[in-house]
């Protein structure tokens, strides 16, 4: 295991995080704040903001990190601890699969931002989807003490989600290159997406919630 973990780290891990800095410094818009949700030890948030000086970036985490490439600030809940309309985009990457509540992060994000929303998760579509996304949730993350609920959506529950909370796609990428090319076969797929999302206009979503 410890030889599987350090070919992930060094021929899969680099490359997404690169990957990723380059598909968020395209969606992203100019001169905006933002609140990173789930900002782990920092690395990706410090690639990004190797190119984008532009942006006011604020990182949050669950899980003190001992060493974190960006200021990563804790907190505890479900809960984001800051005021309403605080940050301009709110952005959760591969966080709310980790999450027994994803809609109630949802719904703090939409309360928290002022534009717009930006999620890097996954969808639990084709064979064997739930199987090879807890494999890769599990090797990159149980190390690290990261939970693993496992708690992938699959494309109506994403749809029904976005519905709930009125939240319209801007901009949407499926096919995100993450992998070298003898692993996409398997662990890209259909499997990932991120998406600009543009909140309603109220700013708020009044609308139960139901179970997913």
């Known amino acids: 295991?410890?030889?599987?973990?350090?070919?992930?780290?060094?021929?899969?891990?680099?490359?997404?995080?690169?990957?990723?800095?380059?598909?968020?410094?395209?969606?992203?818009?100019?001169?905006?704040?933002?609140?990173?949700?789930?900002?782990?030890?920092?690395?990706?948030?410090?690639?990004?903001?190797?190119?984008?000086?532009?942006?006011?970036?604020?990182?949050?985490?669950?899980?003190?990190?001992?060493?974190?490439?960006?200021?990563?600030?804790?907190?505890?809940?479900?809960?984001?601890?800051?005021?309403?309309?605080?940050?301009?985009?709110?952005?959760?990457?591969?966080?709310?699969?980790?999450?027994?509540?994803?809609?109630?992060?949802?719904?703090?994000?939409?309360?928290?931002?002022?534009?717009?929303?930006?999620?890097k998760d996954h969808v639990r579509e084709g064979v064997c989807a739930g199987p090879t996304l807890r494999f890769m949730d599990w090797l990159g993350n149980a190390a690290w003490g990261v939970r693993l609920p496992y708690n992938y959506w699959d494309g109506a529950q994403w749809k029904s989600a976005l519905d709930q909370l009125s939240l319209q796609t801007e901009e949407e990428r499926i096919a995100l290159g993450l992998y070298p090319w003898w692993a996409n076969w398997l662990f890209g797929r259909s499997l990932h997406f991120i998406a600009r999302l543009r909140l309603p206009r109220n700013g708020t979503s009044g609308e139960k919630v139901k179970v997913l």
Not at 1 to 30: E, G, Y
Not at 99 to 107: K, N
């Open 1 to 119: 295991m410890n030889l599987l973990r350090r070919v992930h780290n060094s021929q899969v891990h680099t490359r997404r995080v690169r990957v990723l800095a380059r598909h968020l410094c395209d969606l992203i818009p100019a001169n905006v704040s933002l609140l990173d949700v789930g900002s782990g030890d920092g690395l990706l948030a410090s690639r990004v903001l190797a190119h984008r000086a532009d942006l006011k970036w604020v990182a949050i985490d669950p899980l003190a990190r001992p060493k974190t490439h960006v200021p990563v600030h804790p907190f505890a809940g479900d809960r984001l601890p800051f005021a309403d309309k605080d940050f301009d985009f709110v952005l959760f990457v591969d966080v709310l699969h980790h999450s027994d509540a994803p809609m109630v992060l949802l719904r703090e994000a939409i309360r928290v931002a002022r534009a717009g929303i930006v999620i």
